[in-house]
């Protein structure tokens, strides 16, 4: 399913930015798969065999009425080709194929307390300067974390909390045992 949700996402992003309207089509992809993940009828009109294919291009576009002609077109082939059901990681993968091109990057900064804002901030301009990307900084506190820090840049992960420490000291200590 994650390569059919890839092939999709990036002919959809492929066409979307040749019309000039990748933004667009993003707001309204997104605001598609909110809609279909917050109504169950949606789901299962739009994900049950016993729907043809053309039931759900016509129901489809009644309901997105005022969309660009790129995403009609698109969720129509998805319904088309009975693809409807990858629509979720379709949009994901397209989320991160237009952070890429808008050279976005989603950083969480989770602590054990609340951070001053202005250390938060220090820390989200470091990792900017450090990739020449724009980041998109979330802070969380999460008490079970100890102390320390756990920073998430994009998919990878830098856990120095206490305890991860911990842990590692525990897994050191029973393989010594």
């Not at 901030?121 to 969380?140: A, P, Y």
């Amino acid at each position: 399913m994650e390569e059919i949700a890839r092939v999709y996402a990036e002919a959809l992003f492929e066409s979307a930015k040749e019309a000039g309207k990748l933004d667009a089509i993003k707001e309204q992809l997104d605001q598609f798969a909110d809609a279909v993940d917050g109504d169950r009828e949606l789901q299962l009109f739009l994900f049950s065999p016993y729907f043809s294919s053309s039931e759900k291009q016509d129901g489809l576009s009644k309901a997105i009425d005022g969309a660009e002609a790129e995403l009609v077109n698109f969720l129509g082939l998805l319904a088309e080709k009975h693809r409807l059901p990858a629509i979720f990681r379709i949009r994901r993968r397209f989320d991160d194929l237009w952070a890429h091109e808008n050279k976005r990057l989603e950083v969480t900064v989770t602590s054990a307390v609340e951070l001053d804002p202005e250390l938060v901030q220090r820390i989200g301009s470091e990792i900017e300067r450090q990739t020449d990307q724009s980041v998109d900084l979330q802070s969380k506190v999460d008490g079970d974390i100890l102390g320390g820090l756990v920073l998430q840049v994009g998919n990878k992960v830098l856990d120095a909390s206490v305890r991860n420490r911990l842990e590692k000291l525990r897994k050191s200590v029973a393989a010594a045992a």
